[in-house]
């Protein structure tokens, strides 16, 4: 199983980023797909994730923000943030889960700076 970010990088507040998530290894329309993200120092937190049929929940910080998206037929997740703030640089990290089952992914740093 592999799930593999990129997308991630250097953006000044206010700018926007797509982070994608490719899977494989696992039958990905069944899977809860999330993305989190962690700053040194703290817990990892739930940005936002998307279920099977697509349902949708979000972390207050970013609601309005970020958007949360799958591809099945590309088993890929995405994440588009926009207006991104100083407070979002972050290690993001991709989660697939389906009951007691999850895997992570890498993570890839998204720096918000000017």
């Known amino acids: 199983v592999q799930l593999v970010e990129s997308g991630g990088g250097l953006v000044q507040p206010g700018g926007s980023l797509r982070l994608s998530c490719a899977a494989s290894?696992?039958?990905?329309?069944?899977?809860?797909m999330g993305w989190y993200r962690q700053v040194p120092g703290k817990q990892r937190e739930l940005v936002a994730q998307i279920t099977s049929d697509s349902s949708t929940n979000y972390a207050d910080s970013v609601k309005g923000r970020f958007a949360i998206s799958r591809d099945n037929a590309k088993n890929t997740v995405y994440l588009q943030m926009n207006s991104l703030e100083p407070e979002d640089t972050a290690v993001y990290y991709c989660n697939a889960h389906y009951f007691a089952v999850t895997y992570w992914g890498p993570g890839t740093q998204v720096t918000v700076s000017s």
């Open positions: 290894g696992i039958m990905f329309k069944i899977y809860v």
